[in-house]
């Protein structure tokens, strides 16, 4: 296990210039059978269910209604919010957002912080942030817990540390916690128990993630299994949740659907253990939320691909997408991996950085198959590879638009077609003399003969004898 | 021209075959160069039906592979090219399923012009006209042998097109159909994908060999060449794997062993 790679956003292969890690697969096998484990039993779970569609089509419809009406939601929740004495903060990025974060801890005096999932933390590698100005923050969410102990990054949205076997999480603990080896689950669950119980109590600060923000009530929804969210928001007296601009359902009404689609698609669950609906800060407690953008604006804007806003972090398609289960989270460089990170990764960070994730995918479509807001993230994957040929980016190369541009003309009348043809007959014959195989020729037979080259074409059979 | 009557998974609702209308053959231009007895199949599997079969003389490809591959102006002349050639006929059938999906699915993607999505709408996937237009599935056929089938993602997944290759195999007398087991996971071709992410769409095929081996079959099938094209260059490297053969569903449907 090696405990240093990836740890920080620079050592991401993608935001580099090449993609390694996204060409090879470079995933552990538990990560590849943990996830096909996991996406038969959801199949299992919904093929027993036959308004399955129906709710699909409704989370989409409730999603596409929010995202529609996001300006005028977001004012309403926050009225809601503001009215029982919640602290509503706006943060445009990241970067506001780690201000933000830091500037409440430093006016309460905050020496630690206690953790429930927040995706929107990992974007702002808050925990960094936080260690630099001398408050520590620790991950409550088991896998959350294991990657920050192993000083790696989540390699999965919903099971942050799929990677890891019961021995790595072993040997983690004994290296890191002192504590005797064992890989029995129960033993090892003891043990991070007994290792975050205290650090609730010690805590000054409890953070959290937002599943749904209900505009109606102005209440804030988290669901989690491990109770760490339910510990994280209510014992320390003050609570910092954050929420991307995304999570806004319209009413209280619209929440069973994705509760009911949630749980199932992303762990198998009929409902995760814990709902919290929070309507308010505790008395003599404090709330604050940020809601934040970071780049979901440019998606919001894009009407091609806007509904990806829609989409309710469960996981689905990791688990269903052939390259991730082979590749695993950290070959996508970021903190979004799989078919939805592909879309949404480089809307947020730039196509100058991440324009090579839309083509991480074979266009199979199992994620949208199983996505429970029904995004077509094929459809998407392919419009945004458009965008990437098309805009400055990391992927549009003058030398593959010459490519197709000479294509499009070979393929625009007869002869110059058959002409097409006799160059790759001929390359196709010659290839196979070839010593060494260059470019795509030599990344198609590292593992794969070539097509054996047949008699006459069929348009010249037909000519002859129709 | 077809209409989606229902997505995920799409159904679609097709107009009705009056007998003796003539079908114009797409023939992609890969099947055309490297794959021409799935073709001719093709052809004497419609004749068969009393179909009669045109050939334009003037197509050239679908243009899905500038399409997929994020150059939609290039993929738009040549659409616009199958849409000039096309253009006469009502019946539009092709023996691959990914190239059928890009007509019948993705031209309203490149250029949302009503008479090019109109004419994109006309194109059918082979044994989807066969079973869903013709109503037929029984070809006629005998063919002794243990054959699986491949069923390519965009067959499945953006036609919606499952059953009819497998009712059509079923009836062909002799042969023992085998499921391929994980049938539903992608073989890892995606066109330049191929390419593009070797290491990746390598580990994904060889996993779909592994399957095809244990399937037990003898023979491979599928109704995309292009899958195959993949799936059998992989076999090829291997003991095992040259024992299989590889063939379109067409060659089988009209084969009489």
Same mark, same amino acid.
């Given at each position: 296990?090696?405990?240093?790679?990836?740890?920080?956003?620079?050592?991401?292969?993608?935001?580099?210039?090449?993609?390694?890690?996204?060409?090879?697969?470079?995933?552990?096998?538990?990560?590849?059978?943990?996830?096909? @484990?996991?996406?038969?039993?959801?199949?299992?779970?919904?093929? /027993?269910?036959?308004?399955?569609?129906?709710?699909?089509?409704?989370?989409?419809?409730?999603?596409?209604?929010?995202?529609?009406?996001?300006?005028?939601?977001?004012?309403?929740?926050?009225?809601?919010?503001?009215?029982?004495?919640?602290?509503?903060?706006?943060?445009?990025?990241?970067?506001?957002?780690?201000?933000?974060?830091?500037?409440?801890?430093?006016?309460?005096?905050?020496?630690?912080?206690?953790?429930?999932?927040?995706?929107?933390?990992?974007?702002?590698?808050?925990?960094?942030?936080?260690?630099?100005?001398?408050?520590?923050?620790?991950?409550?969410?088991?896998?959350?817990?294991?990657?920050?102990?192993?000083?790696?990054?989540?390699?999965?949205?919903?099971?942050?540390?799929?990677?890891?076997?019961?021995?790595?999480?072993? @040997?983690?603990?004994?290296?890191?916690?002192?504590?005797?080896?064992?890989?029995?689950?129960?033993?090892?669950?003891?043990?991070?128990?007994?290792?975050?119980?205290?650090?609730?109590?010690?805590?000054?600060?409890?953070?959290?993630?937002?599943?749904?923000?209900?505009?109606?009530?102005?209440?804030?929804?988290?669901?989690?299994?491990?109770?760490?969210?339910?510990?994280?928001?209510?014992?320390?007296?003050?609570?910092?949740?954050?929420?991307?601009?995304?999570?806004?359902?319209? @009413?209280?009404?619209?929440?069973?659907?994705?509760?009911?689609?949630?749980?199932?698609?992303?762990?198998?669950?009929?409902?995760?253990?814990?709902?919290?609906?929070?309507?308010?800060?505790?008395?003599?407690?404090?709330?604050?939320?940020?809601?934040?953008?970071? /780049?979901?604006?440019?998606?919001?804007?894009?009407?091609?691909?806007?509904?990806?806003?829609?989409?309710?972090?469960?996981?689905? =398609?990791?688990?269903? =997408?052939?390259?991730?289960?082979?590749?695993?989270?950290?070959?996508?460089?970021?903190?979004?991996?799989?078919?939805?990170?592909?879309?949404?990764?480089?809307?947020?960070?730039?196509?100058?950085?991440?324009?090579?994730?839309?083509?991480?995918?074979?266009?199979?479509?199992? =994620?949208?198959?199983? =996505?429970?807001?029904?995004?077509?993230?094929?459809?998407?994957?392919?419009?945004?590879?458009?965008? /990437?040929?098309?805009?400055?980016?990391?992927?549009?190369?003058?030398?593959?638009?010459?490519?197709? @541009?000479?294509?499009?003309?070979?393929?625009?009348?007869?002869?110059?077609?058959?002409?097409?043809?006799?160059?790759?007959?001929?390359?196709?014959?010659?290839?196979?003399?070839?010593?060494?195989?260059?470019?795509?020729?030599?990344?198609?037979?590292?593992?794969?003969?070539?097509?054996?080259?047949?008699?006459?074409?069929?348009?010249?059979?037909?000519?002859?004898?129709? | 021209?077809?209409?989606?009557?229902?997505?995920?998974?799409?159904?679609?609702?097709?107009?009705?075959?009056?007998?003796?209308?003539?079908?114009?053959?797409?023939?992609?231009?890969?099947?055309?160069?490297?794959?021409?007895?799935?073709?001719? $199949?093709?052809?004497?599997?419609?004749?068969?039906?009393?179909?009669?079969?045109?050939?334009? $003389?003037?197509?050239?490809?679908?243009?899905?592979?500038?399409?997929?591959?994020?150059?939609?102006?290039?993929?738009?002349?040549?659409?616009?090219?199958?849409?000039?050639?096309?253009?006469?006929?009502?019946?539009?059938?092709?023996?691959?399923?990914?190239?059928?999906?890009?007509?019948?699915?993705?031209?309203?993607?490149?250029?949302?012009?009503?008479?090019?999505?109109?004419?994109?709408?006309?194109?059918?996937?082979?044994?989807?006209?066969?079973?869903?237009?013709?109503?037929?599935?029984?070809?006629?056929?005998?063919?002794?042998?243990?054959?699986?089938?491949?069923?390519?993602?965009?067959?499945?997944?953006?036609?919606?097109?499952?059953?009819?290759?497998? $009712?059509?195999?079923?009836?062909?007398?002799?042969?023992?159909?085998?499921?391929?087991?994980?049938?539903?996971?992608?073989?890892?071709?995606?066109?330049?994908?191929?390419?593009?992410?070797?290491?990746?769409?390598? $580990?994904?095929?060889?996993?779909?060999?592994?399957?095809?081996?244990?399937?037990?079959?003898?023979?491979?099938?599928?109704?995309?060449?292009?899958?195959?094209?993949?799936?059998?260059?992989?076999?090829?490297?291997?003991?095992?794997?040259?024992?299989?053969?590889?063939?379109?569903?067409?060659?089988?449907?009209?084969?009489?062993?």
């Amino acid at each position: 296990m090696n405990t240093d790679k990836h740890r920080s956003l620079e050592g991401a292969p993608f935001l580099k210039e090449k993609t390694p890690g996204l060409a090879e697969p470079t995933g552990s096998e538990a990560l590849g059978q943990s996830c096909e @484990r996991s996406a038969k039993e959801v199949e299992a779970l919904f093929a /027993g269910i036959p308004q399955w569609q129906d709710w699909r089509q409704a989370a989409h419809q409730i999603k596409q209604y929010a995202l529609a009406n996001l300006d005028r939601l977001l004012v309403e929740f926050e009225q809601k919010l503001t009215a029982k004495g919640v602290e509503v903060l706006f943060a445009a990025d990241a970067e506001e957002a780690n201000r933000l974060v830091i500037d409440i801890a430093q006016q309460h005096n905050v020496r630690s912080v206690v953790k429930g999932k927040t995706m929107v933390s990992e974007e702002m590698e808050l925990n960094h942030k936080l260690a630099d100005v001398g408050i520590r923050a620790l991950e409550t969410d088991l896998g959350e817990y294991l990657v920050q102990l192993a000083g790696q990054r989540p390699t999965h949205i919903v099971t942050p540390a799929l990677h890891l076997s019961a021995e790595d999480v072993g @040997r983690l603990f004994a290296e890191k916690l002192d504590e005797p080896f064992t890989a029995e689950h129960r033993a090892l669950t003891d043990i991070a128990r007994r290792h975050l119980r205290e650090e609730y109590l010690k805590a000054d600060m409890g953070m959290s993630g937002v599943n749904f923000g209900v505009a109606e009530t102005g209440s804030i929804v988290i669901i989690e299994n491990e109770g760490n969210g339910g510990l994280s928001t209510s014992v320390p007296p003050l609570h910092v949740a954050l929420m991307g601009i995304e999570k806004i359902i319209p @009413r209280i009404d619209d929440l069973p659907v994705f509760l009911n689609l949630l749980g199932r698609s992303g762990t198998g669950q009929k409902l995760t253990t814990y709902t919290h609906v929070i309507h308010g800060p505790a008395p003599d407690r404090e709330l604050v939320l940020i809601i934040i953008d970071n /780049g979901r604006t440019n998606i919001l804007a894009d009407p091609h691909s806007r509904s990806a806003l829609g989409c309710i972090r469960c996981g689905a =398609c990791l688990n269903h =997408c052939p390259v991730y289960r082979r590749v695993g989270g950290w070959a996508y460089g970021w903190v979004y991996p799989g078919p939805i990170g592909s879309i949404i990764t480089p809307q947020m960070v730039g196509f100058d950085k991440a324009a090579k994730l839309p083509f991480a995918s074979s266009l199979c479509g199992a =994620c949208s198959d199983i =996505c429970p807001v029904k995004i077509d993230i094929p459809h998407q994957l392919v419009y945004l590879r458009k965008r /990437g040929a098309n805009e400055p980016s990391s992927v549009n190369s003058w030398v593959e638009r010459l490519m197709w @541009r000479s294509w499009a003309w070979a393929m625009g009348g007869s002869w110059r077609y058959r002409l097409a043809a006799m160059v790759a007959r001929l390359g196709v014959r010659l290839a196979r003399f070839l010593p060494w195989k260059p470019w795509y020729l030599g990344a198609w037979t590292r593992g794969r003969e070539l097509p054996e080259v047949p008699g006459p074409a069929f348009r010249k059979t037909w000519k002859d004898k129709p | 021209m077809i209409r989606l009557k229902q997505s995920s998974p799409p159904v679609w609702e097709y107009p009705k075959y009056e007998p003796g209308e003539p079908v114009a053959l797409f023939v992609p231009c890969y099947v055309d160069q490297f794959f021409p007895d799935a073709a001719r $199949a093709t052809v004497e599997l419609l004749r068969r039906q009393n179909v009669p079969v045109v050939f334009p $003389a003037e197509q050239t490809c679908c243009g899905q592979p500038a399409f997929n591959s994020g150059y939609w102006d290039e993929a738009r002349r040549v659409v616009h090219h199958f849409c000039d050639v096309f253009e006469p006929y009502r019946w539009i059938v092709g023996p691959s399923g990914s190239c059928t999906a890009m007509c019948r699915v993705f031209f309203e993607h490149v250029d949302p012009d009503p008479r090019i999505v109109e004419i994109g709408r006309r194109v059918v996937e082979l044994t989807e006209f066969l079973v869903e237009v013709l109503g037929v599935s029984d070809t006629g056929a005998s063919f002794p042998h243990k054959v699986t089938l491949h069923n390519g993602c965009h067959t499945r997944r953006e036609l919606g097109v499952v059953e009819p290759p497998v $009712a059509l195999l079923e009836n062909v007398r002799g042969l023992e159909y085998c499921p391929l087991p994980d049938a539903e996971d992608c073989c890892g071709f995606g066109g330049t994908f191929s390419v593009k992410m070797p290491g990746t769409s390598l $580990a994904m095929g060889q996993t779909k060999v592994e399957n095809v081996l244990r399937s037990g079959a003898e023979v491979l099938v599928s109704p995309d060449s292009s899958c195959l094209m993949h799936i059998g260059g992989i076999l090829q490297r291997s003991e095992a794997g040259r024992r299989i053969q590889v063939k379109h569903i067409a060659e089988i449907l009209v084969a009489d062993e």
